[in-house]
């Protein structure tokens, strides 16, 4: 006896934004997810500075002049934007309502800021969350063992964490990640149960359709 076919729900995609300060870990965990579910695409963001030699256009950014991305700016072809040292960088519209139109989730790793700007967009296909380190301590250590940043630029990024963790509250979930492989799994339940809310199922009308016809055969 053969098994009946799957049955395969067409969904909406989402995206899965991860915020945190620097250090907390959320890059490493953007890294995990990408590789344990090539299926998600990684929003690449433009920008107008210059490209370095290690970069790679389109995997890294896309590369465009100012004038460029002032006019995807002005005409609402930006989901958010930001000036960072005399350079712009900003999330283009088009390929993201792509991907979530065909049913594939996009992942961004963006700070509370550009994360503010996104649900003022496009509020119902996010799910944020934030990341959060298990202690002040921990975080300074962490930063201190990556060894990219001399002592000046650390006591500015940990003076900067607390604006950040100032906004956890505008996340769907908080997470402690104080042990990556469980923070990392609980990241995971939480891609997946959102990838099953009943809102982003589109395909579940003509299945309760057919339920419904079905039963009213049956029990008439």
């Known amino acids: 006896m053969t098994n009946p076919p799957a049955i395969s729900v067409a969904r909406r995609g ?40 290690s970069e790679v256009e389109g995997i890294h950014y896309h590369f465009i002049k100012r004038e460029r991305f002032e006019k995807l700016r002005d005409t609402g072809d ?20 792509t991907a979530l139109a065909a049913g594939k989730d996009v992942l961004f790793d963006i700070d509370y800021q550009g994360t503010l700007q996104l649900y003022e967009k496009m509020r119902a296909d996010i799910v944020g969350v934030f990341i959060l380190p298990p202690s002040a301590t921990e975080l300074k250590t962490r930063l201190e063992r990556r060894a990219e940043d001399a002592s000046g630029v650390i006591e500015k990024r940990l003076k900067n964490a607390r604006t950040e963790i100032a906004h956890w509250e505008e996340y769907d979930y ?16 939480i891609l997946s149960a959102e990838r099953l809310r009943r809102q982003r199922q589109l395909g579940l009308a003509p299945i309760i359709e057919r339920l419904d016809e079905e039963l009213a055969a049956m029990t008439a």
């Open 78 to 97: 930006l989901l958010e934007s930001a000036e960072v040292h005399g350079n712009f960088y900003g999330t283009p519209r088009e390929p993201v309502e």
């Open 14 to 53: 989402l995206m899965l934004v991860l915020s945190s300060p620097s250090g907390a870990g959320k890059s490493t965990l953007a890294q995990l997810l990408l590789k344990e579910h090539p299926e998600m695409h990684l929003s690449v963001s433009v920008t107008t500075r210059d490209r370095r030699p």
């Open 174 to 189: 908080v997470l402690v990640n104080e042990d990556l492989n469980t923070t990392f799994i609980n990241l995971q339940a």
